[in-house]
């Protein structure tokens, strides 16, 4: 193990950086000098700063580091990297308090432990937490905490694809901090939240009006988390079939991107934009787009949007009538969603409405039945009730009479599972 300045001098040394060269921007010289002397502690802000200029991760540079804190000191030290989204580094300082025998377990510590394990893919040993912080939360008078952990309970479910439960907490969250006075920003993740899962459910007119009030919630204060309401405003105008509309938002979202430092949230614009292009009948625009964002999305967070990028690239193809060259961007995002149930049913949808709108009824039924088999594992009713009508429609085409009829009856049988 070695101090924290030891580490700092060694990593500029070793990358051929000045002093001077480190402190641009940040700080003086001479505080660089002090914090690699061991004569200053950096703020967390500017350790993060000083650690991204010297090109390592966090989590590499704090690996052989001798913090020298404890208890208090180390748990605000843990907050602080919860807020700059350092989510690996702080769970493991969360684990070191976790096994500490005389530091308390407060609700509020357990509290932020279960989003350290959210955002670092242990979704389920967080929602375990958190259904343990909720016991207590309920009890309290404290109706905003009440409402961060119900919105965290949406968030996880959220990412299981378990909708129900996303929306059945985001529902509580939302009551829960209705006419809270000065929780804006809490207001609009939960607003967001209920927007997804409607989105999810196909309830588009309801997801738009859910975004729309979170990106009023959130601008001018808070930009990033403006933008993200806004792209998923035009996301659903696109939805709705309102190409307009969704063609000025993702202009005001561009231009609110230009003021804002660059992240993965743009790339996913971009790919929502191409689609946008696609349905408008920019093809040769969005065909581009699209092979842009197969390059740039490279990141393990990303990369689950391979498939999709795929799908509708097909899509594409299939409106070019191009059937050969459809069905090899079907394979390929067949393959890149594993098994990935929720993508799958996801997938088999899209290509479904493809084929139903060029009249090729053979290949719609296909993947028609293979995403209502998918959907239904999964309890997505409502999903299947909307394919359900298109795929007795199918059938009827081809002369099945007899099958069309029994689809029909399929759909109110799931109408009364819903009820």
Same mark, same amino acid.
């Given at each position: 193990?070695?101090? @924290? $300045?030891?580490?700092?001098?060694?990593?500029?040394?070793?990358?051929?950086?000045?002093?001077?060269?480190?402190?641009?921007?940040?700080?003086?010289?001479?505080?660089?000098?002090?914090?690699?002397?061991?004569?200053?502690? &950096?703020?967390?802000?500017?350790?993060?700063?000083?650690?991204?200029?010297?090109?390592?991760?966090?989590?590499?540079? @704090?690996?052989?580091?001798?913090?020298?804190?404890?208890?208090?000191?180390?748990?605000?030290?843990?907050?602080?990297? *919860?807020?700059?989204?350092?989510?690996?580094?702080?769970?493991?300082? +969360?684990?070191?308090?976790?096994?500490?025998?005389? +530091? &308390?377990?407060?609700?509020?510590?357990?509290?932020?432990?279960?989003?350290?394990?959210?955002?670092?893919?242990?979704?389920?040993?967080?929602?375990?937490?958190?259904?343990?912080?909720?016991?207590?939360?309920?009890?309290?008078?404290?109706?905003?905490?009440?409402?961060?952990? #119900?919105?965290?309970?949406?968030?996880?479910? !959220?990412?299981? =694809?378990?909708?129900?439960?996303?929306?059945?907490?985001?529902?509580?969250?939302?009551?829960? *901090?209705?006419?809270?006075?000065?929780?804006?920003?809490?207001?609009?993740? *939960?607003?967001?939240?209920?927007?997804?899962?409607?989105?999810?459910?196909?309830?588009?007119?309801?997801?738009?009006?859910?975004?729309?009030?979170?990106?009023?919630? #959130?601008? &001018?204060?808070?930009?990033?988390?403006?933008?993200?309401?806004?792209?998923?405003?035009?996301?659903?105008?696109?939805?709705? $079939?309102?190409?307009?509309?969704?063609?000025?938002? !993702?202009?005001?979202? +561009?231009?609110?991107?230009?003021? #804002?430092?660059?992240?993965? =949230?743009?790339?996913?614009?971009?790919?929502?934009?191409?689609?946008?292009?696609?349905?408008?009948?920019?093809?040769?625009?969005?065909?581009?787009?699209?092979?842009?964002?197969?390059?740039?999305?490279?990141? &393990?967070?990303?990369?689950? /949007? *391979?498939?999709?990028?795929?799908?509708?690239?097909?899509?594409?193809?299939?409106?070019?009538?191009? /059937?050969?060259?459809?069905?090899?961007?079907?394979?390929?995002?067949?393959?890149?969603?594993?098994?990935?149930?929720?993508?799958?049913?996801?997938?088999?949808?899209? !290509?479904?409405?493809?084929?139903?709108?060029?009249?090729?009824?053979? =290949?719609?039924?296909?993947?028609?039945?293979?995403?209502?088999?998918?959907?239904?594992? =999964?309890?997505?009713?409502?999903?299947?009730?909307?394919?359900?009508?298109?795929?007795?429609?199918?059938?009827?085409?081809?002369?099945?009479?007899?099958?069309?009829?029994?689809?029909?009856?399929?759909?109110? $049988?799931?109408?009364?599972?819903?009820?």
């Amino acid at each position: 193990m070695m101090a @924290l $300045g030891d580490k700092v001098q060694r990593l500029r040394v070793w990358r051929g950086i000045t002093q001077t060269e480190l402190a641009d921007g940040l700080v003086t010289p001479s505080m660089i000098s002090q914090i690699e002397g061991n004569k200053a502690n &950096p703020s967390t802000e500017l350790l993060l700063n000083i650690i991204q200029r010297l090109g390592v991760s966090v989590e590499t540079f @704090l690996k052989d580091v001798e913090l020298e804190l404890e208890g208090r000191a180390l748990y605000r030290f843990a907050l602080e990297l *919860v807020e700059y989204r350092q989510y690996g580094v702080a769970l493991k300082l +969360f684990r070191e308090l976790e096994n500490t025998p005389d +530091f &308390p377990k407060t609700i509020e510590f357990s509290y932020e432990m279960a989003i350290c394990l959210q955002n670092t893919g242990k979704t389920q040993e967080a929602i375990d937490l958190l259904d343990r912080v909720l016991t207590q939360a309920q009890v309290s008078a404290d109706k905003p905490f009440l409402a961060k952990v #119900l919105y965290q309970m949406a968030e996880a479910y !959220f990412q299981l =694809d378990n909708i129900n439960l996303a929306r059945f907490y985001a529902e509580k969250a939302d009551a829960a *901090v209705s006419g809270v006075p000065d929780y804006n920003e809490l207001q609009a993740k *939960v607003k967001g939240i209920l927007g997804k899962a409607a989105s999810a459910a196909s309830l588009h007119e309801q997801a738009l009006s859910f975004h729309e009030t979170a990106y009023r919630l #959130l601008i &001018p204060d808070s930009p990033v988390e403006a933008a993200d309401s806004l792209l998923h405003t035009a996301i659903e105008h696109t939805h709705l $079939g309102q190409y307009q509309h969704a063609g000025q938002t !993702f202009d005001m979202l +561009f231009d609110l991107y230009k003021k #804002l430092p660059s992240n993965s =949230d743009q790339l996913r614009a971009k790919f929502h934009y191409a689609r946008l292009l696609r349905l408008i009948h920019r093809e040769a625009e969005a065909h581009e787009l699209f092979r842009e964002c197969l390059n740039e999305f490279q990141s &393990p967070t990303l990369r689950k /949007w *391979v498939p999709l990028i795929y799908g509708e690239m097909s899509q594409l193809e299939i409106e070019r009538g191009q /059937w050969e060259e459809s069905k090899f961007f079907q394979r390929k995002a067949l393959d890149s969603a594993g098994h990935s149930g929720s993508m799958l049913a996801n997938l088999h949808q899209m !290509f479904g409405e493809s084929y139903y709108q060029k009249g090729r009824c053979e =290949d719609a039924i296909e993947h028609f039945e293979k995403s209502i088999s998918l959907y239904e594992t =999964d309890g997505f009713y409502e999903q299947v009730i909307q394919i359900l009508p298109k795929l007795s429609n199918c059938y009827d085409q081809m002369g099945n009479i007899e099958q069309a009829l029994s689809t029909l009856e399929r759909t109110k $049988g799931y109408m009364e599972t819903i009820l």
